[in-house]
């Protein structure tokens, strides 16, 4: 029997159902490349396409070397995580990316290669504070011309507890909302496209974020479910995105970390509005100014006045409400501030 014949055959074996164990195979589809997988590998072949489920593998053009990077997954979270991945190769990458498969939806992150250790890439994903516990799939993906790396594992969430409160507003909240609800919809979908527009050269700061005015008393927590009674008897139920902070107006804010301004503007609901890139598709939101002290386009240090807190748009009194978005996804800015954004590889190794 040729060579050829063999691989075919091997595909028509592997399409009659699930596999697990390691493996040597020769795929069709997309391309012909060999693929090996690992000894924990659970996939389907169908018509000379690899469709995986669990485990480890790697893809190459025949007569090549497999692509051999190390990874750091995380394999639990809690919602509201800001999901990270390290992968280290000894060659140069072409591309790192991430994928959680949600009930519903997928969610995807770009990686991008760590200035601070060389042949170190970072990808990182927000998981949504309304996600119920479960187990979920999280894709690993690194290329280098031809070569692929995949690393399919469950993704563990538990469940995470939050505060509920309710707030009756009075007629000028309660008009502010219901008002011109076409521009608020505008400015909605602006939002949105800003923070799930990452810059591949937006690499900024990597220490670790600063928690503005750290130690005052907060007056709303992070994934606070909110029951909101207006004025004119509705209702609605919202989720706090982030925290709110309380500080006298005027009060000059301070940018959490390094960044490029990438949004600076009023709004209707949030008031005078400041959004910073530090990393690809990492932002920090201030919401609520008096004043906005900087442009579009500005790079500003950590710490660096970006504006003064007031109580614009949707606020009953003056505070700032700090916010971390991560691809669009909001995430709890306590722990995203815990740790440098970028560490050695080494770092994260278990001793």
């Keep these: 029997m040729s060579h050829w014949r063999f691989h075919l055959l091997l595909l028509v074996v592997l399409a009659a159902g699930d596999r697990a164990g390691a493996d040597s195979l020769f795929l069709l589809r997309p391309l012909p490349v060999a693929c090996v997988t690992g000894d924990s590998a659970v996939y389907t072949v169908r018509d000379g396409e690899l469709h995986p489920v669990r485990g480890e593998f790697w893809t190459f053009p025949q007569g090549q070397s497999a692509l051999r990077p190390r990874a750091i997954v995380p394999r639990e979270a809690v919602p509201g995580s800001l999901v990270k991945v390290w992968v280290e190769s000894e060659e140069p990458l072409d591309s790192v990316s991430l994928e959680l498969a949600l009930p519903g939806a997928t969610v995807r992150a770009a990686g991008f290669a760590e200035t601070e250790t060389p042949g170190v890439w970072e990808a990182f994903l927000g998981l949504p504070t309304w996600q119920a516990p479960g187990t979920f799939s999280l894709a690993l993906r690194a290329s280098a011309g031809g070569r692929a790396y995949l690393d399919v594992q469950p993704l563990i969430?538990?469940?995470?507890?939050?505060?509920?409160?309710?707030?009756?507003l009075g007629t000028d909240l309660t008009n502010l909302v219901t008002t011109n609800p076409a521009q608020t919809e505008r400015e909605t979908r602006i939002l949105i496209t800003v923070l799930t527009t990452p810059h591949p050269d937006a690499i900024y700061?990597?220490?670790?974020?600063?928690?503005?005015?750290?130690?005052?008393?907060?007056?709303?927590?992070?994934?606070?479910?909110?029951?909101?009674?207006?004025?004119?008897?509705?209702?609605?139920?919202?989720?706090?995105?982030?925290?709110?902070?309380?500080?006298?107006?005027?009060?000059?804010?301070?940018?959490?970390?390094?960044?490029?301004?990438?949004?600076?503007?009023?709004?209707?609901?949030t008031g005078n509005t400041v959004i910073i890139e530090h990393l690809p598709g990492l932002f920090s939101v201030y919401y609520h100014l008096s004043a906005i002290g900087v442009e579009i386009g500005q790079v500003v240090d950590r710490g660096q006045i970006i504006g003064k807190v007031g109580m614009t748009g949707f606020a009953t009194g003056p505070h700032l409400h700090w916010e971390i978005e991560a691809m669009g996804v909001a995430v709890d800015p306590d722990e995203a501030a815990e740790s440098p954004l970028q560490l050695t590889f080494h770092d994260h190794v278990m001793p």
């Design 157 to 168: 969430v538990h469940y995470k507890q939050f505060r509920m409160e309710t707030f009756r």
């Design 205 to 269: 700061e990597t220490g670790t974020l600063r928690t503005p005015f750290a130690g005052a008393r907060r007056t709303s927590g992070y994934g606070d479910r909110r029951e909101m009674d207006y004025a004119d008897g509705s209702k609605s139920n919202l989720i706090h995105l982030g925290v709110d902070i309380a500080a006298a107006q005027g009060t000059p804010v301070p940018s959490s970390g390094r960044g490029r301004v990438v949004f600076a503007g009023q709004r209707i609901l």
